[in-house]
């Protein structure tokens, strides 16, 4: 069986996905084989989660490949706890399990340029965290709209591979490049792929009170009851249509379904629950 460490920025669910292709292994077989050569290897790895067992492989402890690998940094953007820890430690190992491989997203998604950088330095290329990130739907480094995986598994394979077997299909994103963006998009993008580089979950006590000055400076709802225009009107009002129907269906305006972004400012002990980011 051959190990294989974590490429830049790779992410957690394809780096599995990837051992398991060297070694042949079906999907459902990865975990326990991972486990079985760490073990071989010396490792003490009863009751890891997939999360460490890749972290182990690579090199790394658990807490620096959760905040490199996984989409953890994304997915659990705040906390209400009062014990704020970095990602992956020991003691959050319930979200470590539960969010470690998942992705914001489904599917796989790769920029063509940043494919053929991979190509050219390693000889191979991987997925990586950036792409995966809801309603991003353009390269952060090359601008590119991003391609995605048509078929079931899509870390079965590498993206170079899919490429050569015509299995990737480009994004029907609502704009060609991010420069030709929307102002709104352009600057939800930066601020999504910033999530990834946190390196742990942000109190959400610091969170209420700007957003309830940002809030009251713009004129909006400060909780969910009142006359004035709730958070979720100035999300409609500026995002594109189009994107907002394929990103974030519950906040269309045709959608009946209660805004969850509401009242995100209103009270200090009420949970914080971003539309996508917090899964808490
Ligand atoms: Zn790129």
């Known amino acids: 069986m051959i190990l294989v460490q974590a490429m830049p920025d790779e992410l957690s669910a394809a780096h599995a996905g990837r051992f398991g292709r060297l070694n042949r292994l079906p999907g459902h077989k990865v975990h326990l084989v991972l486990r079985a050569v760490l073990r ?25 490949y959760a905040q490199a690998h996984s989409m953890i940094p994304a997915l659990r953007v705040a906390t209400k ?53 809801i309603g991003v739907d353009w390269c952060i480094n090359h601008g590119d709209a991003l391609w995605q995986v048509a078929t079931s598994d899509p870390f079965s394979a590498l993206p170079h591979v899919l490429k050569a077997r015509g299995q990737l299909r480009e994004l029907d994103a609502c704009a060609h490049s991010l420069d030709e963006a929307d102002p709104f998009l352009q600057r939800y993008v930066t601020i999504s792929a910033s999530l990834l580089t946190l390196a742990q979950p942000i109190p959400t006590t610091q969170l209420h009170r700007p957003i309830r000055e940002r809030a009251t400076g713009l004129g909006l709802r400060r909780s969910m009851l009142g006359k004035q225009p709730p958070l979720s009107d100035r999300v409609r009002d500026l995002a594109p249509k189009r994107w907002m129907q394929a990103h974030v269906p519950g906040l269309h305006p045709h959608s009946r379904r209660p805004a969850r972004i509401e009242g995100l400012g209103s009270t200090p002990t009420h949970e914080l629950e971003h539309t996508q980011f917090v899964h808490e």
């Open 40 to 64: 071989a290897d010396g490792h003490e790895v009863d009751g890891l989660t997939m999360v460490e067992l890749l972290a182990l492989a690579s090199g790394m402890s658990s807490i620096a």
């Open 81 to 133: 706890g009062d014990v704020i820890r970095p990602h992956g430690h020991r003691e959050d190992r319930s979200y470590t399990k539960r969010l470690g491989t998942m992705a914001p997203k489904e599917g796989g998604f790769v920029c063509l340029k940043c494919l053929k950088r991979d190509l050219e330095r390693f000889g191979f290329s991987w997925f990586r965290r950036v792409h995966h990130l």
